[in-house]
């Protein structure tokens, strides 16, 4: 098992003409990805890497059947125009790989998603990879590498930052543990699946043993992780790192934001609500396969 | 998160329909006074900084007279707040306040959407007052597709414990708040104070706005300069570092500097990551053994070796520095090489003086170390590459020991010569830079490598001699990717007949500017 994806999948992506999407078409489809189609308006009847190119995610999907899964790879100005153009085609999972999105447009996308009961990973993602089955977005850079560098196994791996979801998934690989899925669940202020949300799925997901998380200063994500478990909704055993330990805190400038989020946000209050809950939080994400080995052997 | 000063705030708010002060900016003692004379009345002379408490600091001060005013003015003016120097007020006029209350909407990352607060309380110290008082609070998510109807706006200044006329003014005010804040793309607005006068009507005295730095695009008509989550105005090598950054989307590069002057103690380095995650954790290593941290740098999302080149480039204007830290997350899924390349051709051109640790690991690493260790073997200082197996902490204790090993000499910035490239040489545009080859200097060349080195294949062979392979058009529009490969190969292996010029707009005016400052001092 693994979350969110597998190679059965049936996956289209937005904007696979241009210079990102053509690349990451390639790598999508030699790790194994069920790429069924590319969407770029007026390009249609193209090809890219033998996957058939449409001019909108409505042609796409009368011409190819369902789709689960839709990787964007456009501009950020236009991104919220092209998520609601596949949601109103009925793609339940988007994964929103452009940075510099605007944060109203986020929650636009949001909303629309929520009315249609889809859910979103991103923007600012690298996206997320299930060893062995496939890949949404551009994590690994190359089929071989990504082959190389993940391996299929049961710990899950999420984390607010693209590098830090390859590195640490690379570490545990390296230290002989392979993994179930790792996330990368975009590094801006606002995502669609945060932390918590990808903990519940780990939860439910049988093969999935424990978890790793890297954490960063800023959000509430850890905070509400640890809440998470205090209600007993997640249950595996969790290893942690917090990033920004050292980083000079910004000064806050919002006070109706300290009013509503008190010290969360800073990374004394995570580690401690973390720990609180028996959370394994690490100093260097090098603990994170030592950890790994006291909790799984 | 792009900050407006109070006056452009007040001004948007005014402009949305929400009562303010009257009142005007000012950048000289004498404006302030015929301000004053305008308004008529008694005024309130306010510090524009990107900070709060600044009554504490003594940068909100009332003048009954015009001559008040421009006395008072002109001693505020020029005032040092923290990092810079205060250079425009806003004189307005002083009202009559019978209650201060506070309204202020933020980005709720866990509902994912604006969640507008109010409280009955409000002026300095709001937090300790909220804390306090947690029942003058009220709190309400708002639908960005429905908006902020006035009657959710009415119920929550009624939960916060105030009713009647006064209820309903403040609904209003809040309906446009947020309308203001949703049109204008704003992550975060504050009216602190928001008071009730003598007369009963509800006016926003002081306010602030935060625009979204992705949505800058959308507003022209705000001038935001750079679009950075800063606490004070940009510092001309910021400036110069955005300008490169809103030039060439590919990738992205941020430039923040810690201090503008480095001091004679503490070690500093310039600081360059990869990733926001692994920038941080890499920072943090640094910290840990010590080192004071110039500026913090990150490039990353696959930016050309061109981009990185510049960022270099922006880094050694520093000086001052000991060494040079670059370092990501260490697993990186874009092609190492094409960073290393563009570090060789600053560090060659900068003749680097102080170590630098390079950790670049990931995709290809192997030949980014290679990259590395050929091409700097001859600067004065050393250049390490290390990849994915070698954690941020091991490099930060090599950088230490090469900075000792280098008996601490400092970094000495040079003036950046005119670009000259040789008489009659062949040349095309690349996006951002413009290609020169001196085929004069290719019947010396036997191995035609730098055909072969180009990763897009844009260059093939006419005689003896490399032209493109494709429109001059296309490579202006990037079928060149700026990849520094061909130059550094020819410059190597061969004739030295290629240079790739990428200009960074202001920084050589700048170098030679602080050069002169320093040497004034």
Redesign the interface.
């Known amino acids: 098992m693994s979350i969110l994806v597998d190679e059965k999948s049936r996956v289209i992506i937005q904007g696979i003409t241009g210079?990102?999407g053509m690349a990451r078409a390639q790598l999508m489809k030699d790790y194994g990805t069920n790429v069924v189609a590319g969407v770029t308006p007026g390009r249609g009847g193209q090809e890219v890497y033998g996957i058939p190119v449409f001019n909108s995610v409505e042609e796409a999907r009368e011409k190819r059947g369902p789709i689960d899964i839709s990787v964007i790879f456009i501009p950020?100005?236009l991104v919220k125009n092209a998520a609601l153009e596949a949601f109103a085609a009925g793609v339940k999972l988007l994964v929103i790989v452009p940075?510099?999105?605007?944060?109203?447009?986020?929650?636009?996308i949001?909303?629309a998603a929520k009315a249609k009961g889809a859910r979103f990973v991103g923007p600012n993602t690298?996206g997320l990879l299930s060893p062995g089955k496939a890949v949404l977005g551009?994590?690994?850079?190359?089929a071989q590498?990504a082959r190389e560098?993940f391996r299929p196994g049961d710990l899950g791996v999420s984390?607010?930052?693209?590098?830090?979801t390859?590195?640490i998934?690379?570490?545990l690989t390296?230290a002989g543990f392979g993994q179930s899925t790792i996330i990368h669940v975009g590094?801006d202020?606002?995502?669609g699946l945060?932390h918590p949300e990808v903990m519940e799925l780990f939860e439910s997901d049988d093969e999935t043993k424990a978890v790793a998380m890297?954490g960063?200063i800023g959000?509430?994500?850890e905070e509400?992780v640890a809440d998470l478990i205090a209600a007993g909704k997640f249950t595996k055993p969790l290893i942690a790192f917090i990033?920004?330990?050292?980083?000079?805190s910004?000064?806050r400038?919002?006070?109706?934001?300290?009013?509503?989020e008190g010290s969360r946000g800073s990374y004394e209050t995570k580690v401690q609500r973390l720990r609180e809950v028996g959370v394994h939080v690490v100093d260097?994400?090098?603990d994170i396969p030592k950890k790994a080995k006291d909790i799984l052997g | 998160m792009a900050?407006l000063y109070e006056y452009q705030s007040k001004k948007l708010l005014k402009d949305g329909g929400v009562r303010v002060p009257e009142g005007e900016v000012v950048f000289s003692a004498a404006e302030a006074r015929s301000v004053a004379e305008k308004i008529g009345k008694p005024v309130v002379l306010k510090i524009q900084v990107?900070?709060?408490g600044r009554a504490g600091l003594g940068g909100i001060q009332f003048a009954a007279t015009p001559q008040e005013a421009e006395d008072k003015a002109a001693r505020m003016l020029g005032m040092r707040v923290r990092n810079y120097v205060v250079d425009r007020l806003l004189v307005e006029e002083k009202l009559a306040i019978k209650a201060e209350y506070?309204a202020?909407?933020?980005?709720?990352?866990?509902q994912?959407?604006?969640?507008l607060?109010f409280?009955a309380v409000g002026g300095t110290g709001?937090?300790e007052i909220?804390r306090r008082h947690p029942d003058k609070?009220a709190?309400i998510p708002i639908?960005?597709?429905a908006g902020l109807p006035e009657f959710e706006a009415r119920d929550l200044v009624r939960r916060a414990g105030l009713t009647g006329s006064v209820m309903i003014q403040l609904a209003e005010l809040l309906v446009k708040l947020y309308n203001v804040a949703?049109n204008k793309?704003a992550?975060?607005a504050?009216i602190?104070p928001l008071v009730l006068t003598a007369d009963d009507l509800v006016y926003a005295v002081d306010c602030?706005l935060?625009i979204?730095?992705?949505?800058v695009?959308?507003h022209p008509e705000l001038g935001i300069e750079v679009a950075r989550?800063f606490?004070r105005p940009p510092t001309e090598l910021e400036k110069i570092a955005y300008k490169v950054e809103e030039r060439d989307h590919?990738g992205?590069f941020y430039f923040f500097q810690?201090t503008d002057r480095i001091p004679a103690e503490g070690t500093f380095i310039g600081f360059h990551g990869?990733?926001?995650?692994?920038s941080?954790?890499s920072?943090?290593a640094v910290?840990?053994r010590g080192f004071k941290l110039a500026n913090y740098c990150d490039t990353?999302?696959?930016p050309p070796a061109s981009k990185v080149y510049r960022a270099a480039k922006i880094i050694l204007s520093q000086p001052g520095i000991r060494g040079y830290f670059a370092s990501?997350?260490?697993?990186?899924?874009?092609?190492q090489y094409h960073s290393a390349r563009g570090l060789v051709k600053a560090f060659l051109e900068e003749s680097l003086s102080v170590p630098a640790v390079i950790r670049l690991?990931?995709?290809f690493e192997e030949e980014a170390i290679r990259i590395l260790a050929a091409y700097c073997r001859d600067l004065p200082a050393k250049v390490e590459g290390y990849g994915?197996?070698d954690?941020p902490?091991t490099c930060a204790a090599r950088l230490e020991a090469l900075i000792r090993e280098n008996k601490a000499v400092s970094h000495e910035v040079r003036p950046i010569p005119e670009f000259q490239p040789a008489a009659g040489a062949y040349a095309f545009g690349t996006l951002t830079g413009k290609l020169f080859i001196d085929h004069g200097l290719c019947a010396g060349c036997k191995s035609k490598g730098c055909i072969g080195a180009c990763a897009p294949k844009i260059l093939k062979l006419v005689g003896d001699k490399p032209v493109l392979a494709i429109a001059p058009e296309e490579a202006k529009k990037?079928k060149c990717t700026e990849c520094l490969a061909c130059e550094i190969f020819c410059r190597f292996h061969e004739q030295n007949a290629i240079a790739v010029h990428l200009p960074i707009p202001g920084l050589a005016e700048y170098r030679k500017k602080s050069l002169k400052e320093r040497e004034s001092d």
């Open positions: 210079r990102e950020a100005a940075d510099r999105v605007p944060i109203y447009d986020v929650l636009d949001s909303r690298l551009m994590i690994g850079g190359r590498r560098w984390s607010r930052s693209g590098g830090m390859s590195a998934s690379y570490y390296r590094g202020a606002v995502v945060s890297f960063e959000t509430t994500q509400r990033g920004g330990k050292a980083a000079k910004g000064t400038f919002s006070h109706a934001g300290a009013i509503v260097t994400i090098f | 900050r990107w900070l709060t506070f202020g909407l933020v980005i709720d990352d866990a994912k959407c604006p969640l607060v409280s709001i937090e909220a609070i709190t639908d960005v597709g949703r793309d992550r975060s504050e602190n602030h935060v979204d730095d992705y949505a695009f959308r989550e606490d590919r992205t810690m990869a990733g926001g995650g692994g941080m954790m920072m943090d910290l840990n990353s999302g696959n990501g997350s260490g697993v990186a899924s874009q092609e690991g990931g995709n994915r197996d954690a902490e990037g």
